[in-house]
């Protein structure tokens, strides 16, 4: 079955740093990947997706790359604000509906 | 506006007692779907439904039921044999586009038992 592996945080960053979650994926075929994040207290939202590969995801100044080579798809922002602490899932793709999303990566950022 | 409403934001279960968390959506998906999320751990999977009237359980469904009378509704009954049930409790709903289904969340309710 399809499943992905994220890595594991917490992640603590300064203001305006470079941050990078990776997350790699096991799928049969080419299915859309997907990024959520959760702002406290909230539910999920979806910041960004891929349909296929070499797709890139972007939103909010994140991006996220569908690589097939390396069966990849990290989450990027050059520059970090307080306003992006959050917890963010790399989420499965959905054709398995017995699958769920793993922890996230909790990310806080300083000023 | 389109969306997922959850209701209520905060709701307090006495022991023993059944409560119904709310679910509505105005987007017009086939497949709703209901997770438990506990501090520091992902979301879990409780029940699902793919269309009107069908529902499947999910990874945790022991101590919750589900109904799925219209397609705009999909209501959460945690039970009283449900014995650990202070969690976060997320809806979502999903749409398939081009082949590929995107899964989208309503804001939550926080279950607290006195």
């Known amino acids: 079955g399809n499943s992905v592996t994220q890595m594991e945080g917490p992640v603590t960053l300064s203001e305006e740093a470079f941050l990078t979650i990776n997350c790699t994926y096991t799928a049969t075929g080419y299915p859309s990947l997907f990024w959520y994040v959760q702002y406290p207290g909230e539910g999920l939202q979806l910041l960004l997706k891929?349909?296929?590969?070499?797709d890139k995801g972007s939103n909010k100044g994140f991006e996220a790359t569908y690589r097939k080579e390396t069966t990849s798809f990290h989450l990027e922002k050059g520059s970090v604000q307080v306003s992006d602490s959050a917890v963010y899932f790399c989420a499965p793709p959905l054709n398995d509906y017995k699958l769920s999303f793993g922890a996230g990566t909790t990310v806080t950022v300083r000023a | 506006d389109g969306g997922i409403t959850q209701s209520p934001k905060y709701l307090f279960r006495k022991e023993g007692q059944n409560v119904t968390l709310s679910c509505e959506q105005n987007?017009?998906?086939?497949?709703m779907y209901w997770y438990r999320q506990d501090p520091g751990q992902g979301l879990r999977l409780i029940y699902y439904?793919?269309?009107?009237?069908?529902?499947q359980k999910g990874d945790i469904a022991e101590g919750y039921s589900v109904s799925r009378e219209k397609k705009e509704s999909f209501p959460l009954t945690v039970t009283s044999a449900q014995k650990n049930p202070t969690a976060f409790y997320l809806c979502a709903s999903s749409i398939v586009t081009g082949g590929q289904e995107t899964q989208y969340f309503g804001p939550g309710t926080r279950l607290l038992v006195l």
């Open positions: 891929a349909t296929k590969a070499d």
């Open positions: 439904s793919q269309i009107v009237n069908d529902f």
């Open positions: 987007l017009n998906h086939d497949a």
